[in-house]
């Protein structure tokens, strides 16, 4: 008697454990099916090229186009800043990632005023024109490798403060970024969820952003994501372009050092 | 003024392959908006596409259709360096015409 208890245990305990395995796969597989099938037709095209034609034109108080906003790489450069962002700016004394720039850049090139476009609400205003320019220059990056500097004192004061963050447990639910991010194989109904506190690999997590979501159609920056990010955990409105969120772009993008960037990419 | 559509055409053979994104709101008229008003039905209607100018596709459209709708289809016989036009008229009488050469 004593020696079948255990077989009959480990017999009830294998199957189950394997169907639940196989489970899983299968629905992985199906929605990266789906994924694939999205991919030809991803409308990020279609805000990276208002985002290109908003890049040139002149608009704003000043008529002045963005053409010699400096995103880090020089005044007028775009190609290959977003896999370099966040990073400290002299000029304005603060580290920055790619659209509080671009705030600055309309506010001091084109003469538009940085707090009320901080203050729009998403997908509303000067807000779509700032995710319509953060999508095509975070696509002139598509494919490069993640590289972030950290070798301002300030740069890594940034990375520290977003680690901090990111393990903040608070809110009504005591939640922190890590309760979700922070272990493998966590996922939210059928979305698989990165591990964040390491690096994630090509494409995925802070490498994915901006990107289009299919279920609502709408085309979510950085900024969005961790906004909404923290309306998830019932935390209040970080405010658009705030140190908090910019810290938490420092870690999270220190961490995906050497992966390739996949933005503007396309989501459920 | 609506704003533009991406459209690729890739000749592969005799046949081309076709790949047009529209920018479109595709408002179904079911939607209420956050007064509780039901947000107006604003779709397209009529698709139709040319090679070289002659017509090879017609489509007729309703509220079904996703936003930011994605259409792909195959021409026989069209070669590289011809013009594949697309075009659309929504249900306001609002229409858009782009144009693209086959690869």
Known sequence: ?268 | MADPMRIRAQAAGDKTTVRVLMAHEMEGGQRKDAAGKIVPAWYIQEVTATHNGKPVLTAEWGPAVSKNPFLQFVVKGAKAGDKIGVSWKDNRGDTRTDEATVS
């Not at chain 1, 030809?40 to 186009?65: C, I, V």
């Not at chain 1, 997908?123 to 319509?132: H, I, L, P, S, V």
């Not at chain 1, 095509?136 to 680690?163: C, D, R, T």
């Not at chain 1, 950085?222 to 990010?229: E, I, K, T, V």
């Open chain 1, 1 to 268: 008697m004593r020696m079948t208890k255990p077989l009959v245990v480990a017999a009830l305990l294998f199957p189950v454990g394997g169907g639940a395995w196989a489970q899983k796969n299968a629905a992985v597989q199906s929605i990266e099916e789906y994924r694939a099938m999205l991919q030809d037709g991803n409308p990020a095209d279609l805000f990276e090229a208002k985002g290109e034609g908003l890049w040139t034109q002149k608009r704003g108080p000043k008529n002045a186009s963005l053409e010699k906003c400096d995103l880090g790489k020089g005044p007028g450069v775009y190609k290959g800043v977003f896999v370099e962002l966040p990073k400290y700016f002299a000029d304005t004394g603060r580290v920055q990632d790619l659209e509080s720039r671009l705030l600055t850049c309309m506010e001091t090139l084109q003469g538009l005023d940085a707090a009320a476009i901080a203050k729009t609400p998403f997908g509303r205003g000067e807000q779509n024109n700032m995710t319509a320019l953060a999508t095509w220059i975070a696509a002139e990056s598509k494919g490069m490798k993640f590289n972030l500097p950290q070798s301002h004192a300030q740069e890594k004061v940034f990375y520290q403060v977003g680690k901090r963050l990111f393990f903040q447990r608070g809110g009504p639910h005591d939640f922190s970024c890590a309760s979700c991010h922070g272990e493998d194989d966590k996922r939210i109904r059928l979305q698989d969820l990165p591990n964040l506190t390491k690096n994630p690999g090509d494409g995925v997590g802070f490498a994915a952003w901006p990107a289009y979501r299919v279920s609502n159609g709408q085309m979510w920056g950085m900024q969005q994501r961790l906004n909404d990010c923290y309306r998830q955990q019932r935390f209040p409105y970080p405010g658009f372009g705030s140190d908090a969120t910019i810290a938490l772009g420092v870690y999270l993008g220190v961490n995906s050092q050497g992966s390739a960037s996949a933005a503007p990419a396309i989501k459920r």
